[in-house]
């Protein structure tokens, strides 16, 4: 019977994908050695352990918007689901690497990157929980199948700059922001009046506290 182990030993942005995403280097090991793996479907749920970091000042007052005021953080402060994954890993004996890839979002009416952009820089701590079927050959050659508990896991603690650079390279100096579309009607309407050729110019004039219709 398989005794697997999996293990995160690197990450870096996928660069040529159609939307943002990180490759995680998988290790899986089994015992015995000289056992063959046919395959293993495998699900992994990623956790984000807010818990494992400490936060600057200027941090704290970002992540605001997930845990409130930092004097109650004690009580609000906790880990969340990330996201799930899944990977086929392909045949092989004693162990293998696998590149396990996560799709990302830049929404920011999504928790997790609300976490992500609000760090500096340091660690992203992360916790892998994997689960799935695989499949081996016994010692008489006849195939198996057995499932993976919950119980298999692994952390990692992701590079901060490694997410910065990849939502740089997707999305360079800019970021998305979700509106009604009641809101964003008028806000059209604006633009169309006052002959503004982008939208960081109308924010702009917004802000400056212009109004529609006001001379500039």
């Keep these: 019977m398989p005794d697997l182990s999996f293990a995160i030993e690197h990450a870096e942005p996928v660069l040529f994908a159609a939307t943002p995403q990180l490759a995680f280097t998988l290790h899986v090991g089994n015992a015995p050695a000289n056992q063959t793996i046919q395959t293993i479907a495998l699900r992994c749920q990623i956790r984000l352990e807010a818990t494992r970091r400490r936060y600057s000042a200027d941090e704290q007052r970002r992540l605001c918007d997930l845990w409130g005021e930092p004097d109650r953080w004690s009580q609000t402060l906790r880990s969340m689901l990330w996201t799930h994954a899944q990977v086929i890993v392909p045949r092989f004996e004693a162990s293998t690497a696998v590149a396990l890839n996560v799709p990302c979002t830049f929404d920011f009416n999504v928790a ?11 660690d992203l701590p992360l916790e892998f929980l994997f689960s799935g079927t695989v499949f081996y050959q016994d010692a008489s050659a006849a195939l ?60 702009d004039d917004l802000l400056a506290g212009t109004a529609i219709g006001a001379p500039r």
């Excluded at 997790?112 to 340091?122: E, S, V």
């Excluded at 896991?153 to 579309?181: C, G, K």
């Design 144 to 203: 198996q199948v057995m499932p993976i508990p919950w119980e298999q896991e692994s952390r990692f603690r992701l590079p901060v700059r490694v997410w910065a650079e990849m939502m740089d390279h997707y999305y360079p100096d800019s970021a998305w922001l979700r509106v009604r579309r009641g809101v964003l009607r008028k806000l059209a309407e604006y633009k169309r009046q006052r002959g503004r050729a982008t939208w960081d110019e109308v924010l």
């Design 112 to 122: 997790a990157t609300k976490y992500f952009d609000g760090l500096d820089d340091g």
